[in-house]
Nanobody, 117 residues
Framework: QVQLVESGGGLVQPGGSLRLSCAAS????????VGWYRQAPGKQRELVAG???????NYADSVKGRFTISRNNAKNMLYLQMNSLKPEDTAIYYC???????????WGQGTQVIVSS
């Protein structure tokens, strides 16, 4: 099992940047496919970015070119760099881990991101 704790959310103006972090414990995240999901008010949870064990990344069309997922296996950390943020990026962001990106077993508690002027 792995426990995931996100941090780095907050309030940012449109066009700004945030870096979300996810600290893993209990197991090494290097053995998992990892990802970031988000859920906006009144909307379904969606996959934002994924990173397979082999290092292949995938992104939602809405964030391509703006968001970057990465991991540091030595530190057991997962990151999401978010640039050129838009109001529609406002959501609770969750880090995940599992056998596949699309069906994660483990979820963090979420961190709130608000993009507003």
């Amino acid at each position: 099992q792995v426990q995931l704790v996100e941090s780095g959310g907050g309030l940012v103006q449109p066009g700004g940047s945030l870096r979300l972090s996810c600290a893993a414990s209990g197991s090494s995240i290097s053995i998992y496919a990892v990802g970031w999901y988000r859920q906006a008010p009144g909307k379904q949870r969606e996959l934002v970015a994924g990173l397979t064990r082999g290092g292949i990344t995938n992104y939602a069309d809405s964030v391509k070119g703006r968001f970057t997922i990465s991991r540091n296996n030595a530190k057991n950390m997962l990151y999401l760099q978010m640039n050129s943020l838009k109001p529609e990026d406002t959501a609770i962001y969750y880090c995940t881990a599992g056998v596949t990106v699309s069906s994660p077993f483990f979820w963090g508690q979420g961190t709130q991101v608000i993009v507003s002027s």
